[in-house]
C-alpha cells in the first residue's frame, strides 16, 4: 500500500516539539531534559530520519512505555566513572540516551575546546535516538564531531543465522564554509530497524539483502523480519561485501560496548546501551579558514560528477537531509495517520493538550 495525501498530515515542528517536551514532562522528566529528548525526536524527522522521529512515541513502545513502567530513569543521576583532559566515561544510570548523549557530546566539545581532541564514553544508557543529533553539535564550534551506539541484538554476522549484536549506527559530521556541512549518519546494517516499522505501518514490503525470516531465509516482509529480529549486515551478502558491514558493526560495540563496560552483544536482556562521543578541533590541526576552503573544494567537486543515466544530480552526506529539514520547517512534518493515532493516545493518557491536527 502506497502513502496517499489522506493518510498523511502537514504537523509544525514548533508544536510537535511542544507537545512531546510536554508529554515527557507529564511522565516525570525534567522540563530541561524534556525539551532535549523532544528536540532529538523532532530533529529526527525534520530531517527525514522519519524512522527515528515521533513514531517512537506512542503509549505502548519505546519512551512513553519505558517511563511508564519505570524501566528508564525519568530523573537519572549522570556520574562521571573515570575523567582525563581528553576523555571521560559517564553512568547514565538507565536514563534517556537522548539527554545522556547530549550531556556527553557536550563534554566532549568542552573538553576538546583546551586539548584539541576529545572522547567520552556513555555506560548504562538507552536507546539515544538519531546519531547525527549528537555528531552537528560540534559543528558550531568548528569541531569534527563523532557519535555512535551499540544497539539490541537483531543482526546477524556474515554466514550467521542468529542475531549477535545490534545495528550499532555511527555519525561524523564535519564544517564546511559556504558548502553544507559533509554529515555521515548510518546504521551498519543495510537497513536501520526503524525502516522495517515504517514499512510495515505504511504496508510496504522491504528489498531483499535487508532481513532474514525465522528460518534464516531473506525476506521482503517487514512484519516477518520484525518478529525474526535477524537484520543482515551493511551491503547484505558476503558476496556483496558483508564482512565490511559486520566489521564496522563490531567496532562500534568495542568502543561502544567493550571500552565503556556496555556489551549488547553479550546482553540477551537488551539493555542497557553504551555510547561513544568524539570532538576534533580544526585548527589543532591547520586554519579553520584553509580546511573550511578546501571541504568546499571537495564538496564541489563530488557533486559535479556526472551523473549516471536517469538520475539528475550527485550528493554528498547529509545533503539531502539539510535540504529536507528546510523543506519540513516550510511546510510541515509529514506524519502517518498510524503516528498521529499514537500521539492522540499519548495525549490522552497523560492529559496533555493536543494540538497536531
Given amino acids: ?7 498523511m498530515t502537514r504537523v509544525d515542528h514548533r508544536k510537535l516539539k511542544r507537545f512531546v517536551a510536554s508529554s515527557f514532562e507529564k511522565l516525570g522528566v525534567p522540563k530541561e531534559d524534556a525539551e532535549i529528548a523532544a528536540n532529538v525526536l523532532v530533529q529526527a524527522d525534520l530531517r527525514g530520519v522519519d524512522t527515528h522521529g515521533v513514531i517512537r512515541f506512542s503509549p505502548h513502545a519505546w519512551y512513553v512505555k519505558w517511563l511508564t513502567e519505570g524501566s528508564l530513569t ?17 553512568d547514565g544510570d538507565r536514563g534517556m540516551g537522548m539527554v545522556i548523549g547530549h550531556r556527553a557530546m557536550e563534554m566532549a566539545i568542552e573538553k576538546a575546546k583546551s586539548a584539541g581532541v576529545a572522547m567520552v564514553g556513555v ?3 538507552r536507546h539515544y535516538g538519531m546519531s547525527a543529533y549528537y555528531g552537528m553539535l560540534a559543528l558550531p564550534h568548528d569541531m569534527i564531531g563523532i557519535a555512535m551506539t551499540n ?20 555519525c561524523f559530521a564535519v564544517p564546511a564554509d559556504k558548502e553544507l556541512p559533509f554529515v555521515l549518519d548510518m546504521a551498519t546494517t543495510t537497513a536501520a530497524a526503524g525502516k522495517l516499522e515504517l514499512a510495515a505501518r505504511l504496508g510496504k514490503s522491504i528489498p531483499g539483502g535487508w532481513a532474514l525470516d525465522e528460518n534464516a531465509a531473506q525476506t521482503t516482509d517487514p512484519r516477518m523480519a520484525q518478529k525474526a529480529r535477524r537484520l543482515l549486515p551493511l551491503c547484505g551478502t558476503r558476496e556483496s561485501g558483508s564482512h565490511k558491514g559486520y566489521g564496522l558493526a563490531i567496532l562500534v560495540e568495542i568502543l561502544c560496548g567493550v571500552l565503556t563496560g556496555t556489551i549488547t552483544a553479550l546482553n540477551a536482556n537488551q539493555d542497557p546501551r553504551g555510547h561513544f562521543f568524539g570532538a576534533i578541533r580544526v585548527d589543532a590541526f591547520r586554519p579553520v579558514a584553509e580546511f573550511k576552503r578546501d571541504m568546499d573544494r571537495l564538496i564541489t567537486e563530488l557533486r559535479s560528477t556526472p551523473t549516471v543515466v536517469g538520475q539528475e544530480r550527485v550528493y554528498v552526506a547529509g545533503e539531502i ?26 495525549a490522552e493518557q497523560l492529559g496533555v493538550a493536543y494540538d497536531l491536527e
Wanted: aromatic fraction near 4%.
Fill in 74 to 90: 525519568a530523573r537519572p543521576k549522570l556520574r562521571v566513572i573515570s575523567e582525563s583532559a581528553t576523555t571521560a566515561l559517564i
Fill in 321 to 346: 537531509e539539510f535540504e529536507t529539514a528546510q523543506e519540513r520547517a516550510e511546510h510541515g512534518i509529514p506524519l502517518h495517520d498510524s503516528v498521529l493515532k499514537g500521539l492522540r493516545q499519548v
Fill in 1 to 7: 500500500m502506497e502513502n496517499s495525501a489522506e493518510e
Fill in 123 to 125: 555506560r548504562n544508557s
Fill in 151 to 170: 544497539a539490541s541484538r537483531q543482526v546477524v554476522p556474515t554466514f550467521g543465522r542468529e542475531a549477535r549484536f545490534g545495528t550499532n549506527p555511527m
